[in-house]
Nanobody, 129 residues
Framework: QVQLVESGGGLVQAGGSLRLSCAAS????????MGWFRQAPGKEREFVAR????????DYVDFIKGRFTISRDNAKNTVYLQMTSLKPEDPAVYYC??????????????????????WGQGTQVTVSS
């Protein structure tokens, strides 16, 4: 089992940057693939980015490609989401999530919220125009 705690959210002007962090408890952090999702008011939770256990593989949703970067430091049990060029449509509660990869995973599976077992409480990102 792993517990996740996000931090780093806040208010930023459009075009600005934020770095979100997600600290995980436990000694098996490197066993988990990690993802970032976001949920805006009145909308469904949506995939943002994911990273493999080793950090060697990443995927992003199209509308944030080139602006956001996911990374992890397994020695610090932490996954990051560096967000740049923030836009007025980016505000949401951002969640990190963890999952144990399976032998039949597909690209689609890795982007589905239902595939993730553990979730943090979320951190609010607000962008002013």
């Amino acid at each position: 089992q792993v517990q996740l705690v996000e931090s780093g959210g806040g208010l930023v002007q459009a075009g600005g940057s934020l770095r979100l962090s997600c600290a995980a408890s436990g000694r098996t952090f490197s066993s988990y693939a990690m993802g970032w999702f976001r949920q805006a008011p009145g909308k469904e939770r949506e995939f943002v980015a994911r990273i493999a256990r080793s950090g060697g593989s990443t995927d992003y949703v199209d509308f944030i490609k080139g602006r956001f970067t996911i990374s992890r430091d397994n020695a610090k049990n932490t996954v990051y989401l560096q967000m740049t060029s923030l836009k007025p449509e980016d505000p949401a509660v951002y969640y990190c999530a963890a999952r144990i990869p399976g032998p039949y995973d597909t690209i689609t599976t890795r982007k589905q919220a239902a595939a993730y077992t553990y979730w943090g409480q979320g951190t609010q990102v607000t962008v002013s125009s």
